[in-house]
């Protein structure tokens, strides 16, 4: 799976958030605007940005949502436990699956997972032009994607959680 792929897995629980966040910003600051003391383009500038970056993310968890609707119950749950962490939905959807194999097998899942979503996010047009497009002018994508590539985004939560692989070392 492609680096940008990964951040836009990473950034997929917290999708929500980002735009309700983003549209309450561009709101502030249009009514900071009346007593600001910037001028009005720079305002204006700012305020586009906001809503520029919060129509990105939309556009993005659609993306997502129709990707992860093509999976199965097990490729879902295997990419809440990796990329997600979400412990409500693992807890609450997924409570009666935990990984009942190996640490071989799971990472055979996982490479098999990771080969199917890079196909279905290429087949839905999520190509790294289209990623690089969309988000070319926003920094937090552009840092998420840095920290992928150096390995600092991507930390084994596994090592950390109560949930734990049959034969896999903590």
């Given at each position: 799976m492609?680096?940008?792929?990964k951040?836009?897995?990473?950034?997929?629980?917290?999708i929500g958030?980002?735009?309700?966040?983003?549209g309450?910003l561009?709101?502030a600051k249009a009514?900071?605007s009346?007593?600001?003391?910037?001028?009005?383009?720079?305002?204006v500038a700012?305020?586009l940005?906001?809503?520029?970056a919060?129509?990105?993310?939309?556009?993005?968890k659609?993306?997502v949502?129709?990707?992860?609707?093509?999976l199965?119950?097990?490729e879902?749950?295997?990419?809440?436990?990796?990329?997600?962490r979400?412990?409500?939905v693992?807890?609450?959807e997924f409570?009666?699956?935990?990984c009942a194999?190996?640490?071989?097998?799971?990472y055979r899942?996982?490479?098999r997972l990771?080969?199917k979503?890079?196909?279905?996010?290429?087949?839905?047009?999520?190509d790294?032009?289209w990623f690089?497009?969309?988000f070319?002018?926003?920094?937090?994508?552009r840092?998420?994607v840095?920290?992928v590539?150096?390995?600092?985004?991507?930390t084994?939560?596994?090592?950390r959680a109560?949930?734990r692989?049959r034969?896999?070392?903590?």
């Open positions: 492609k680096d940008y792929q951040a836009m897995l990473l950034v997929y629980p917290k958030r980002l735009i309700a966040d983003l309450q561009a709101e009514y900071a009346y007593s600001g003391r910037e001028a009005t383009e720079t305002c700012r305020i940005s906001y809503l520029h919060r129509d990105c993310f939309a556009v993005l659609d993306l949502d129709g990707v992860l609707a093509r199965s119950r097990e879902r749950y295997l990419l809440e436990y990796k990329y997600f979400r412990r409500k693992l807890e609450g409570a009666d699956m935990q194999f190996s640490a071989r097998t799971y899942r996982q490479r990771a080969a979503l890079n196909n279905l996010f290429l087949l839905s047009g999520a790294r032009a690089d497009s969309l070319a002018d926003i920094a937090y994508m840092a998420l840095d920290g590539r150096s390995g600092e985004a991507m084994d939560k596994r090592a109560t949930l692989v034969g896999a070392r903590a």
